[in-house]
T-cell receptor, first 111, second 112 residues
């Protein structure tokens, strides 16, 4: 069946470096994507979203890129900070059906 | 702003006991849902509601019941707790399916 997944379960970066977290999806009908950040012991927090009519969207220090040709989504975090350490996961939605979530990538920022 | 509020934060149950996880949102969202999060897995949908008086099953509904008597509240009931229901539970809400989902802070449930 269709699934949302991540290329890497863990990512470790140096403070100040840029981070790139990847997500693959298999449902070509997906038209809405969200990145969430989840800190330990807390609920998922919305970071940024993108619809399928766009290929790039920028927020504060974050950028989401969507490549519909290869069904790939990425989250770029600029100048990664210790407070960015968390689990990041993507979610997809197609035709207003239920959102489907990836398992997540754990980002660790080294001082 | 409260957003999505869940209680309790932590709960330990014995096998066979029943309990209710409470969820309330103050954003006037029509769509509410319950997910469980297990290690190494993505959030899985248990039940959802598209409005007051309407509920439906998600991906993993067995062992759980829900009701939606008001727009604000969406309680999740465990009928007879089993160790397999040990998990972290998240309530969520949104304006509708296909819109950004906002989550509560989670309820950690252990069934022994």
């Amino acid at each position: 069946g269709e699934s949302v997944g991540l290329h890497l379960p863990t990512l470790s970066v140096q403070e100040g470096d840029n981070s790139i977290i990847n997500c693959a999806y298999s449902n070509s009908a997906s038209d809405y994507f969200i990145w969430y950040k989840q800190e330990s012991g807390k609920g998922p927090q919305f970071i940024i979203d993108i619809r399928s009519n766009m290929d790039k969207r920028q927020g504060q220090r974050v950028t989401v890129l969507l490549n519909k040709t290869v069904k790939h989504l990425s989250l770029q975090i600029a100048a990664t900070q210790p407070g960015d350490s968390a689990v990041y996961f993507c979610a997809e939605n197609s035709n207003n059906n239920d959102m489907r979530f990836g398992a997540g990538t754990r980002l660790t920022v080294k001082p | 702003n409260a957003g999505v509020t869940q209680t309790p934060k932590f709960q330990v149950l014995k096998t066979g006991q029943s309990m209710t996880l409470q969820c309330a949102q103050d954003m006037n969202h029509e769509y509410m849902s319950w997910y469980r999060q297990d290690p190494g897995m993505g959030l899985r949908l248990i039940h959802y509601s598209v409005g007051a008086g309407i509920t439906d099953q998600g991906e993993v509904p067995n062992g759980y019941n829900v009701s939606r008597s008001t727009t604000e509240d969406f309680p999740l009931r465990l009928l007879s707790a089993a160790p397999s229901q040990t998990s972290v539970y998240f309530c969520a809400s949104s304006y509708g399916s296909g819109n950004t989902i906002y989550f509560g802070e989670g309820s950690w449930l252990t069934v022994v």
